[in-house]
């Protein structure tokens, strides 16, 4: 079994698609002389985030939406090359805007994502994505998601039940919005963002590779804290609040053997007890 090099970045990115693009080539080719062959880039880098999480319309026009098979994904698959990048945008399908994430080789796109669940005023900026899946590439089974779908464990166990081997998620998660830390590392919104990226990879026993924003953009101070975590839980490599690129290796089929060995907790589950239909919970 050959191990894996792979990589989560936490970076700024704004409205400026070609600036964006610029930070985008540089990460890539700074991950491909460490040797990277799968890179998570973060969510909405490609045009940026929102400028608030508030109901309030946003004081911009928001990100630019762009297609799946337009120039600008295009783009994208040609920096990636021999290497595996996933990366955050604004989907235009039928004059519908979604929170999308996609996965790209120099071959083209090999999967794409709709975020499902919307925190606060975003579903007045994008509209809702309906299921989660894995798809295979050159580097292994993949499942995507982004941001807030990590808060709920269902998101991440239909892609390990779909045999996903690695779970990339990629944010614009901030620090808290009250009573917020002056020092990030404290932030209680950010302990929230690391424990849900270990419990998420502990609970169905796959790598979990964790892309964020860094720095602020609009009302939003983004904490950071791109990570790379094996089947056990455990983090293996972090950026800590600042940008940077969390760079780690793994035979991640050997891992995910070891870790499920004992106790698998996909082959243990038990749905005939997990059933919430009507008339299937008894008092």
């Not at 985008?24 to 909405?44: N, T, Y």
Request: glycine share 10%; net charge negative; proline share 4%.
């Amino acid at each position: 079994m050959s191990a894996l090099r792979m990589a989560a970045v936490a970076a700024g990115f704004g409205r400026d698609l070609e600036e964006d693009f610029r930070i985008a080539e540089r990460l890539i080719e700074e991950a491909r002389e460490q040797g990277v062959r799968l890179l998570a880039l973060p969510e909405a880098c490609l045009g940026g985030y929102l400028l608030s999480l508030d109901d309030a319309a946003e004081l911009d026009e928001g990100p630019p939406a762009l297609a799946l098979d337009g120039p600008e994904i295009r783009r994208l698959t040609a920096l990636a090359g021999e290497m595996t990048v996933v990366a955050g945008y604004c989907e235009a399908a039928g004059g519908t805007r979604y929170n999308s994430v996609v996965c790209v080789t120099g071959d083209g796109v090999l999967g794409n994502h709709r975020k499902v669940h919307q925190p606060l005023g975003e579903d007045a900026s994008y509209a809702s994505g309906d299921r989660f899946h894995a798809f295979d590439t050159p580097v292994g089974r993949i499942g995507m998601m982004i941001c807030y779908d990590k808060a709920f464990p269902e998101s991440a166990r239909a892609l390990a039940l779909d045999g996903a081997e690695i779970g990339v998620c990629v944010s614009a998660w901030p620090g808290a919005r009250t009573n917020a830390s002056a020092d990030l590392e404290q932030d209680r919104w950010k302990r929230r963002f690391d424990l849900f990226d270990r419990a998420r990879a502990l609970e169905n026993q796959i790598v979990w590779l964790s892309a964020n924003q860094a720095g602020t953009f609009g009302s939003l101070r983004f904490v950071g804290s791109a990570k790379v975590v094996d089947p056990g839980g455990e983090i293996l490599a972090d950026t800590g609040v600042t940008a940077g690129i969390a760079v780690a290796e793994l035979d991640v089929a050997g891992a995910l053997l070891t870790a499920r060995r004992s106790m698998g907790h996909l082959r243990d589950r038990r749905p005939e007890t997990y059933d919430l239909s009507p008339g299937a919970v008894t008092a």
